[in-house]
């Protein structure tokens, strides 16, 4: 793969176990599984109008925001969040904070919507805004890849992921590396957790 292009990938490292029979013992090795970042698009007229709002800032979408920059959409944003509302406040300052260059607000960026990304669908996200948490993910995701900084999802984040490349994948001819990858690091999951 083309450096230029791993920015629209997570990187996941799965471990291998090899048995080298000459020698008798099993190492474990990791091999990275790239998953392609599958861009949201926004279905309905009112999300496409708030997806254009913060692609032309190049910014992640702020919930906070929207209902500054959009109050039609106060109350229903409002009622569909107001127990994690707390959480979107913290969130919208790790935003403005990481675009302003900090390298951490940009990482917790990346944990807090992987948290509220858990809450989702709602009605004011089905109805009015689209599917903004998986937008940011992307989003985050590739800002911290073209800055070179580490990090890893969780595996729901992970699962996520790979569901939608899938789907976007359907009708393409299989990639049987990227397969293998799935299948050894769905059952890496499953040892982990016995």
Do not use: C
């Amino acid at each position: 793969m083309h450096k230029s292009n791993e920015i629209n990938y997570y990187v996941e490292p799965v471990e291998i176990e090899i048995y080298l029979k000459k020698s008798g013992k099993v190492r474990t090795i990791i091999k990275d599984m790239y998953i392609e970042l599958i861009d949201v698009v926004p279905t309905t007229e009112s999300a496409k109008k708030i997806f254009e709002y913060f692609m032309e800032k190049g910014s992640p979408i702020d919930l906070i925001e929207i209902m500054n920059a959009f109050p039609e959409y106060l109350t229903v944003i409002y009622d569909s969040y107001y127990q994690h509302m707390e959480l979107f406040e913290k969130l919208s300052m790790h935003f403005q904070s990481a675009m302003g260059g900090s390298r951490d607000s940009l990482r917790l960026s990346l944990y807090f919507t992987e948290l509220l990304i858990k809450y989702e669908p709602t009605i004011a996200s089905t109805r009015y805004i689209g599917d903004f948490a998986t937008y940011n993910i992307n989003y985050l995701i590739r800002k911290l890849n073209e800055i070179g900084e580490k990090f890893l999802l969780e595996d729901s984040t992970v699962a996520y992921l790979i569901k939608r490349r899938n789907r976007a994948h359907e009708n393409k001819p299989p990639n049987r590396e990227f397969d293998k990858l799935v299948e050894l690091w769905q059952y890496n999951l499953k040892e982990k957790y016995l």
